[in-house]
C-alpha cells in the first residue's frame, strides 16, 4: 500500500469547488476520473481542505493510498496527459503511511487579489475583486496587523461551519501593490470557513475609510459574524501552499 | 451625424477574435448587438485592427456614425449594462467626424506575456506564452534594439495578408520580469499581420540560444517570412493602446 501525495494547481472558473459533488464538475471529481483512468482503481482523495467554487489553487495539496505499482513520483507526468488543461499536477512523491493532507498540515498560505480601479477589468474578472474606490494601504496594513497572533476567529467564519474550536495563529499578513493590483498574503496555523474572505471585506471596508483599524480587536473579541466585515468575493483567492513538518 | 469613438477592453478567451463572422462569437459582432439595443440602429464598428482569436486587449479602439441623439460620453455607460461580462468599454467620446479608428491611427503599443517556467500554469493557460526552457533575457534585450527604426517587415508577416506596404518603424521595445512572467512591449508606427507574434517567437529562439542575435538583421534583410522564427501564441497577446495626432 502506498501513499501518494500531489501538489496540485487549478484554475477554478469552470468548476464548482474542489469537493465532488454529483452531477457537477469539480476538481475532485476530475482528479478521481484521471486517477482512474490510469490505475483502474477507485481512490478517496484527500484534500488538504475545500476550496469554495471560484477559488484557485497554486499549492493545493491532496494524497490517496493505492495498491498501484507505479511509483509515486510518476504520477504527476502521467496524469497531466489525462486532465483537463485547468488542473495541472506540479508534483507527486511518495508519502509516510501516515501522511494525511488535513490532518498533518502544519500551516498554509493564502494570497487575496483585489483590482483597485475606478474600471472594471474583463481580463482579471474571474481573478481578482475588484474595488473601485480608492484604498489607503497605510491604514490596511496596519489594520492587519491587528490580526496577526493567536486569538479565537470566530467572527471571521462563515456560519454553517460546524467546526468547534475556532482559535488560529496568524503569522504574517503582507500587502504589496503591484500597477493597480494589491496582493495580500496570509500566512497561518490554518483557517476557518471563508476567514480569509472575511479578513479582507473587513480590510478593504478600513481601507476605504468605512471602518477604524481599531475595531478589529473589538470585532475579534466580540465572536460575532455580523460585526466583521462582507465576504470578499471567491475568485480573488489563491490557496498558495500547505506546510508540514 | 455624430462620430462616436470608443475604447474597448476585452478577454479574447471565448471569441473568435475581433471581426465579425456568421455564427461565431465575437467581439464586434458583441458589440454591434448591445449597440442596436441601445439606439435601434445598425451601426457599422470600425476596430483600429482585426485581433485574431485568442488576443486580448485593453485599449482596442472603435468609432462608428450614427444620428441617434444619445450623447457620445454617455454610451460607455449605456452600453456596459447590455454588454458581456469579458467586454468592458473603457471611455466613449464624441470624435471629430474625419477620424477613423484605422487610417487616423499613428501608433500602437501592443504587450506580449511569457511564462517562463519549468512546469506550465493552468491560471495563466489562456493569458500568456508558457516556455518550459530558460531565456537570457540581456540576450533578448540586446537582440531587441535590432528591430528597432524603420525597416521592410515582410519577413515578420504571415503569410495571406494582402498588404503592399510592409514598411513599418518600432519606437521601443522593452522587457522586465516580473517573477515568472516575461512582459515584452512594442511601440511602433503600425504593426503587420502577426508581426509581433513572430518578433516574439523570434526573440524566444535568440533567448534559447537557438540563434543569433545578428539573425536579426538577416532575416530583416531576407524579406522572407521562412527565415524568422516561430510565430508565439495568440493568448499571450494585448493590444494596450492605440495612438492618434
Known amino acids: 500500500m502506498r501513499n501518494v501525495k500531489l501538489i496540485v494547481e487549478y484554475d477554478s472558473t469552470r468548476f464548482y469547488g474542489w469537493q465532488k ?3 457537477l464538475i469539480t476538481v475532485q471529481g476530475e482528479l478521481e476520473k484521471a486517477i482512474f483512468k490510469l490505475i483502474k482503481e477507485k481512490v478517496k482523495l484527500i484534500g488538504s481542505g475545500r476550496t469554495d467554487k471560484g477559488v484557485h489553487a497554486r499549492g493545493q495539496v491532496v494524497n490517496f ?3 498501484a505499482t507505479i511509483h509515486p513520483s510518476r504520477y504527476s507526468f502521467a496524469l497531466n496527459t489525462k486532465l483537463p488543461d485547468d488542473i495541472f499536477i506540479r508534483k507527486s512523491e511518495e508519502a509516510d503511511v ?3 493532507s488535513r490532518y498533518s498540515a502544519t500551516g498554509k498560505e493564502y494570497k487575496y487579489v483585489i483590482y483597485n480601479n475606478e474600471l472594471r477589468s ?5 481573478y481578482s475583486y475588484h474595488v473601485e474606490y480608492g484604498l489607503d494601504l497605510q491604514k490596511m496594513r496596519r489594520a492587519s496587523e491587528k490580526f496577526l497572533g493567536t486569538h479565537d476567529f470566530s467572527a ?3 456560519t454553517g ?3 468547534r474550536d475556532t482559535v488560529r495563529t496568524i503569522h504574517d499578513i503582507n500587502i504589496i501593490e503591484k500597477d493597480k493590483l494589491i496582493e495580500i498574503s496570509f500566512l497561518g496555523n490554518g483557517f476557518l470557513y471563508n476567514m480569509v474572505r472575511i479578513m479582507v471585506g473587513t480590510l478593504v471596508e478600513i481601507g476605504s475609510n468605512r471602518r477604524d483599524i481599531e475595531d478589529i ?3 475579534i473579541k466580540s465572536k460575532n459574524r455580523k460585526k466583521a466585515g462582507h465576504t470578499a468575493p471567491a475568485q480573488g483567492l489563491y490557496l498558495e501552499r500547505v506546510f508540514y513538518d
Not at 122 to 126: A, E, G, K, Y
Open 65 to 67: 493510498h493505492t495498491n
Open 122 to 126: 474583463p481580463i482579471l474578472r474571474n
Open 156 to 158: 471571521f467564519m462563515s
Open 98 to 100: 501516515k501522511f494525511h
Open 21 to 23: 459533488q454529483p452531477n
Open 217 to 219: 480587536p473589538l470585532i
Open 161 to 163: 461551519s460546524s467546526i
